[in-house]
């Protein structure tokens, strides 16, 4: 849907967002507020075509009250820049919301959400997505890839490739300038997946056919708190992967406003 004014959409988008980060901010629907020093909405480009979703704020973003401000964070910036897409331009956020923690020792140490906590939180992923209504969602791990595509989600199946997920366009005439390849918009991974993925540099873009104009579509890659935990070769291969998935987003994204 688009409308004749462009600008007063914005602003409604922005206002409904601001108001959703406002009531987000004392949500105290899980046990996770009890232990988190600040809630971690979601931040970036609120009228952009791409939103990447993660799985839930660690150490820093808990301090810091923002989405991915951690190694694993710049790492994710540093990929993106990789691909062509700069951070600024997308909106970044978490299936949680609260940081999940566990004590080791007198240590808190980050852990995967549980379903419970997963279930609580999905309304505010879900406002969010209702209210950006974005073309292209990126999942982060298979956390986000079961919240954000399917339940079950395999990493090492199904990494890379595009499915249709719910959700209306944005209004096209909120799109950034030259969209493509020149975005200028104003529970992670086993271990043993690693030696599987197909670490093929820059895949051509599966395209399968488009079901309506209004369609969200959705791919997932890897997370980048597990690509960060690999060295060497690993490493390497991991970081040239995601940055091939982040092209295809490209990619699909051209593909959609062409
Ligand atoms: S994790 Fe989500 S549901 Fe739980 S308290 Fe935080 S914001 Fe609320």
């Known amino acids: 849907m688009s409308s004749a004014n462009p600008q007063a959409d914005a602003q409604q988008i922005l206002e409904r967002m601001t108001r959703l980060r ?16 600040n809630m971690v909405f979601g931040e970036g480009n609120v009228l952009s075509p791409i939103v990447v979703v993660g799985e839930a704020p660690g150490e820093d973003e808990d301090r810091e009250a923002r989405p991915f401000v951690g190694r694993s964070g710049k790492l994710l910036s540093q990929l993106l820049g990789a691909a062509g897409i700069r951070r600024e331009d997308v909106w970044l956020t ?12 007198n240590r808190k140490t980050n852990r ?13 992923i879900s406002t969010e997505l209702d209210i950006i209504r974005p073309r292209i969602i990126i999942a982060l791990g298979a956390t986000a890839a079961n919240q954000v595509i399917h339940r079950d989600f395999k990493m090492t199946m199904e990494r890379g490739q595009w499915f249709l997920a719910a959700g209306p366009a944005i209004p096209t ?16 991974a086993s271990e043993n997946q690693l030696s599987m993925f197909d670490a093929t540099p820059a895949p051509a873009a ?5 079901a309506n104009e209004s369609a969200a579509w959705a791919i997932a890659t890897f997370h980048p708190a597990y690509t960060i935990r690999q060295e060497g070769a690993a490493l390497e291969r991991m970081q040239q992967v995601t940055v091939n998935d982040f092209k295809l987003a490209l990619v699909k994204l051209a593909e959609l406003y062409k």
């Not at 978490?94 to 020792?105: D, F, Q, W, Y």
């Not at 005439?173 to 529970?187: F, R, V």
């Not at 599966?206 to 488009?210: D, L, R």
């Open 206 to 210: 599966p395209t399968p056919p488009v």
């Open 94 to 105: 978490n299936v949680i919301k609260s940081r999940p923690l566990k004590m080791e020792g």
């Open 173 to 188: 005439t909120m799109l950034p300038a030259g969209t493509g390849s020149d975005l200028k918009a104003g529970s992670v």
């Open 112 to 124: 995967p959400p549980t379903a419970v906590e997963i279930r609580a939180c999905n309304r505010w």
């Open 22 to 37: 406002d009531e987000g901010i004392a949500c105290q629907a899980c046990e996770l507020y009890k232990t988190r020093s």
